[in-house]
């Protein structure tokens, strides 16, 4: 066949990009099609495929695949030789920078490479563009609309990671997603269920919506460009929407060369050869691509052969193909796919929308009596994010057979949670209507935000500043939190808030309105009318932590910590307090109706386990429900359980970041381009040759040396999971490293171990003696650490040697009802700088020392974490409220005074944290070793599980 032959005739790499790999028993079945159908007219092409093919959907893709190759195969043979060079050439022009592994795919824009990318250690897609379409750009428009594509930052598209140009090829790279596409699964399954193919139409709207309102319309929606993921939907292929617009839009640009789309899934005007397409016909595309998921087949009638709107033919009802699909979801398909883009919908948010509505109709004929569908339910559809909506009417409808889904409700951009913090910070109300979570005040610090189910914005609760730990109450119209050490109460609707505790932490309500909280390592009970605080339970070995009150007044869950994570155990208290019997190992129970508590593990596995509420005491096996829950230094696990089954909880993030040295300016240059991970409180020796560092893997951190030579890190040979927070003694050979070694008795202690390994560790504190992120004076005479998590924070010290006034016991340097971090002793060892809450907001302090009674000064005054003193002794360096890195200047002799202060530079994507800096300063003072998350890794979803207690259910009789 000639062209069979034209193709063949072309170098394999180019027949390959046009044809695809064909065997010789594929090829025999497909010729005689593929000859028959090169005979018709195109009009007549279409409906003699769909009997020819009935049935084998994946037949009639590929033969619709090679008339479109033969179709080409002309102006691929016209095309100069010379212009196929570059891609003979693809490894070499990638160079070191990207290794190429193997071809995955190509089609007729680009070819597609699995490659190695040795600077960040991963493995990444190359999209390699046709030379006919790079050739129609230039350098500037092709950078230009690469960059654009780079801002498509949304949890369902696929990013960008880089791009390039070299000798006519243009290349992009992307995440190499392990997983399948959505046209693997349907060859796989041929149909997806129901409420499946919902989330995927959902989720792939919520795409579509940001991408349209970036000014980015797709123009190839197709089974084939929709990965998936670990149960999550991704949109694939928005780099090529942009570079076809730039070709499109080049002064060598020719329109019927440069025509995006795969015929069976364009809308009219597209399959007509219209020059601008709009965002409607993106969800043409959709609705296509649901009558598939739900049918099976593609539509019999679609636009691929119409020459204008007036020749395409509408798609029929899907009902037809399946009974079973919802009227509504048959409406929604009917709608996206009207032949006139005014007559469809006119956003991705409104496709979503129609989905989750039972009442939507658009010219369907009527069948079943459709539910009634509530004022709530249709103000929700309208407020959820797209990938909310798609499941939200599944919880609010009334059948009792209900499917398991789940929806991102991340804030969005200007409403944000905020990263570093080491608390609870979200809730949600018992009736599910709404949430609230921390996020960020205009002022730089902390407010509380809530969220309402039936509106489309976050707003912030006025009067919250300072907030942390968010508690609904249980009529839901008033939150408690903290700010500071204090525990305070506000309406929802903003206010005065009032203090009702002048010291505690991570409250919760009863279904009387007691408030309970921690304070002093036990729960604490305040009931209403204005009483005073009491204690409510009895001390235990360990911290007792996030309390929650058990319905109708049967008393406390909380978690008792000692120490680490591993260790943590949940336990109950009857309702008249007392003594607390432990029950299981976990994290922060929650009650969840009916008979079940909720909690975290170390892991970030959540779990379920029946549990008799009368008895207080588990009744059954413990389960698994997710595996990707957020849990946080200091225990906090963040999720939280309505009474009607709405489970609220924060993926974990993204992990891999680097280290980078900051300039005083800002600048940015990375420390080590071969080496991320999940880097914690790094420290540089004194002379400023070695960086000690935490690295977490799993469950299990451990501390890293790493020359500063380029020699490679090592692993300090350390016993027990958990050892992090090295600090350097001042004579560079040892470490102090926080160590979790003594098990569950101990908690964390303080060991110094020699860095090159050549002694055993020593022990700083009697065994009965918890103490972490340890620090020296500059003379080596005294260790500091910390006990104590958040509010009940303090700093102790140790005087160190054989000397007469050696410590055999730890001194509180300071321990006040406040929380008090971040120790660090001045370069003349007479003075220690510190973070306290004592006013609200953590700020900075300084205090004589060792003698820290004898005066104070404020150093920061809004907002003041993680103070490091310059090498000089003539600064002190801290982060503020606003996310900067700011220089005080200091006189330390013969007093302490302060000076001016200046703002270095504002940060973006560094970490931070209340309880030991995330920055290193180097010799000089004039750059900082900080950690930066690494391009690509996203923090953690917001995300809401509607009917959770089917899940238990489905985890219970596994």
Request: charged fraction near 20%.
């Amino acid at each position: 066949m000639a062209c069979r032959a034209a193709i063949a005739g072309l170098p394999d790499s180019v027949a390959g990009t046009a044809m695809g790999h064909i065997s010789l028993e594929e090829w025999q079945s497909l010729e005689p099609l593929l000859d028959a159908a090169l005979d018709l007219d195109r009009s007549d092409r279409a409906a003699w495929l769909d009997a020819a093919c009935a049935g084998n959907p994946p037949l009639r893709q590929r033969v619709d695949e090679l008339l479109r190759a033969c179709d080409a195969s002309e102006r691929l043979l016209l095309t100069p030789a010379e212009s196929f060079a570059p891609l003979f050439r693809v490894p070499e022009v990638l160079g070191d920078r990207y290794r190429i592994i193997r071809e995955l795919g190509h089609g007729g824009m680009a070819t597609v490479y699995l490659a190695d990318d040795p600077k960040h250690r991963r493995q990444v897609a190359v999209k390699v563009l046709d030379v006919g379409i790079s050739a129609t750009m230039g350098d500037s428009r092709f950078r230009q609309e690469i960059e654009h594509a780079a801002q498509l930052q949304h949890p369902h598209i696929l990013p960008l990671f880089d791009s390039g140009e070299s000798d006519g090829l243009r290349y992009y790279v992307m995440p190499f997603v392990e997983g399948e596409s959505l046209r693997d699964r349907l060859l796989r399954e041929k149909q997806l269920p129901v409420e499946d193919a919902v989330r995927i139409a959902g989720e792939v709207a919520d795409a579509l919506d940001f991408a349209h309102r970036h000014g980015v319309v797709h123009r190839d929606i197709k089974p084939e460009n929709i990965l998936l993921h670990d149960g999550r939907s991704i949109v694939a292929d928005f780099g090529i929407a942009l570079a076809v617009r730039a070709a499109a839009s080049g002064p060598r640009a020719s329109a019927p060369d440069l025509v995006l789309g795969t015929p069976r899934y364009m809308s009219p005007e597209q399959a007509a050869g219209a020059s601008e397409v709009s965002a409607t016909s993106d969800l043409y595309s959709l609705g296509v691509v649901l009558y598939e998921m739900l049918a099976g087949v593609l539509p019999p009638v679609t636009s691929r052969d119409a020459t204008s709107v007036e020749d395409a033919e509408s798609i029929p009802l899907v009902t037809r193909r399946r009974k079973s699909v919802p009227p509504h979801v048959a409406a929604v398909i009917a709608r996206a796919t009207e032949l006139l883009p005014a007559d469809r919908f006119r956003s991705g948010r409104e496709f979503a929308a129609a989905l989750v509505n039972p009442a939507f109709r658009h010219g369907v004929d009527g069948g079943a009596t459709p539910r009634r569908w509530s004022v709530r339910t249709g103000m929700l559809a309208a407020a959820l994010p797209l990938a909310a909506v798609v499941a939200a009417v599944s919880f609010l409808r009334t059948p009792p057979a209900r499917g398991v889904v789940r929806a991102d409700v991340t804030p969005r951009t200007g409403q944000a949670m905020l990263p570093g913090l080491s608390g609870v910070e979200i809730d949600i109300a018992r009736d599910g209507s709404r949430f609230v979570y921390v996020g960020e005040s205009p002022s730089g610090g902390t407010m509380l935000w809530q969220r309402a189910l039936d509106e489309l914005e976050a707003t912030p609760i006025p009067g919250s500043d300072n907030a942390l730990a968010p508690a609904l109450s249980p009529d839901g119209e008033r939150v408690a939190f903290t700010a500071g050490p204090t525990i305070r109460t506000l309406p929802l609707r903003g206010g005065t808030p009032q203090t009702v505790a002048p010291k505690g932490g991570m409250p919760t309500w009863g279904d009387d309105g007691t408030l309970y909280f921690a304070r002093d390592g036990i729960i604490h009970r305040l009931k209403p009318g204005g009483e005073p605080a009491e204690p409510f339970t009895a001390p235990t070995d360990g911290f007792q932590v996030f309390p929650q009150a058990l319905p109708g007044g049967r008393g406390l869950v909380v978690t008792v910590s000692h120490g680490t994570p591993d260790l943590a155990r949940i336990a109950v208290v009857g309702p008249g307090g007392g003594a607390v019997r432990e029950i299981v190992s976990g994290i922060m129970a929650r009650y969840a109706s009916p008979g079940h508590l909720l909690y975290a593990t170390a892991g970030g596995a959540l779990m379920a386990v029946p549990f008799d509420v009368k008895k207080l005491a588990v009744s059954g096996q413990a389960r698994p429900i997710l595996d990707e829950v957020k849990v946080k230094i200091g225990l906090a696990s963040q999720f939280a359980v309505a009474e009607t089954g709405a489970l609220l909880y924060q993926l974990q993030a993204s992990q891999q970041k680097e280290l980078v040295w900051v300039s005083r300016a800002g600048g940015m240059e990375q420390f080590d381009p071969e080496w991320t991970g999940d880097f914690s409180a790094p420290s540089l020796s004194p002379d400023g040759r070695q960086l000690a560092v935490t690295m977490r893997r799993g469950r299990a951190s451990s501390v890293w040396i790493k020359p500063l030579d380029q020699r490679p890190p090592a692993r300090l040979a350390l016993d027990g999971a958990l050892n992090a927070v090295p600090a350097w003694t001042p004579d560079g050979r040892s470490l102090s490293v926080s160590s979790d070694r003594e098990g569950r008795n101990n908690g964390w202690i303080v060991r110094t171990h020699r860095a090159d390994g050549a002694a055993p560790a020593t022990r700083n504190a009697h065994a009965e003696i918890a103490g972490t992120d340890p620090k020296w004076s500059p003379d080596g005479r005294w260790l500091l650490f910390r006990r104590g998590f958040i509010r009940d924070a303090d700093i102790f010290a140790l005087r160190i040697g054989s000397t007469p006034d050696a410590d055999t016991t730890p001194l509180p340097l300071l321990a006040t009802p406040a929380g008090e971090r971040n120790a660090a002793v001045s370069p003349d060892g007479r003075w220690l700088a510190y973070t306290s809450d004592e006013t609200g907001p953590d700020e900075v302090y300084v205090r004589p020392f060792p003698n820290t009674n004898d005066a104070k000064w404020v150093v920061s005054t809004s907002g003041g974490t993680e103070p490091l003193w310059a090498h000089s002794g003539r600064e002190l360096f801290y982060r503020n409220g606003r996310r900067q890195m700011v220089a005080v200047q200091v006189t330390t002799n013969p007093t302490f005074s302060v000076g001016g202060t200046q703002v270095l530079f504002t940060e973006s994507g560094l970490a931070s944290s209340i309880f030991n800096p995330q920055y290193a300063v180097a010799p000089g003072d004039q750059r900082f070793l900080m950690i930066r998350q690494s391009r690509g890794d996203v923090a953690g979803a917001l995300v809401l599980v509607l009917h959770v207690f089917e899940q238990v259910g489905v985890a219970a009789r596994r």
